[in-house]
């Protein structure tokens, strides 16, 4: 499976965003999807995860009450919508598919995804 995320831009402080993460091909498998960020000189962090089923979701504290996570199996596509965002938000953004027959699976480590995408930025001015 490819992935390709879409949709970073320069923004100012408060402003929105919208993420996509699209896959290549309709897979057999279920899969859960996550969005992750690395800013310069920093590890590459956790931000939010969605099941295949689209019924469970986690968001990073950091990110919480800001960002919304949503799925469309249908059009293969993943959305993560970014309100409010902050100069701390700034980062390089990717999306990852992990292959599970669990549709309700959700992970937050980056270590156990199967696929990564190329990463757009996000880049938020104060």
């Known amino acids: 499976v490819q992935l390709q995320a879409s949709g970073g831009g320069l923004v100012q402080d408060g402003g929105s965003l919208r993420l996509s993460c699209a896959a290549s091909e309709r897979t057999s498998s279920s899969y859960a999807v996550g969005w992750f960020r690395q800013a310069p000189g920093k590890e590459r962090e956790f931000v939010a995860t969605?099941?295949?089923?689209?019924?469970?979701?986690y968001y990073a504290d950091s990110v919480k009450g800001r960002f919304t996570i949503s799925r469309f199996n249908a059009e293969n596509t993943v959305y993560l919508q970014m309100n409010s965002l902050k100069p701390e938000d700034t980062a390089v953004y990717y999306c990852?598919?992990?292959?599970?027959?669990?549709?309700?699976?959700?992970?937050?480590?980056?270590?156990?995804?199967?696929?990564w995408g190329q990463g757009t930025q996000v880049t938020v001015s104060s």
């Open positions: 990852a598919a992990k292959e599970s027959r669990d549709t309700t699976l959700v992970v937050t480590s980056p270590m156990r995804y199967d696929y």
């Open positions: 969605i099941s295949w089923s689209g019924g469970r979701r």
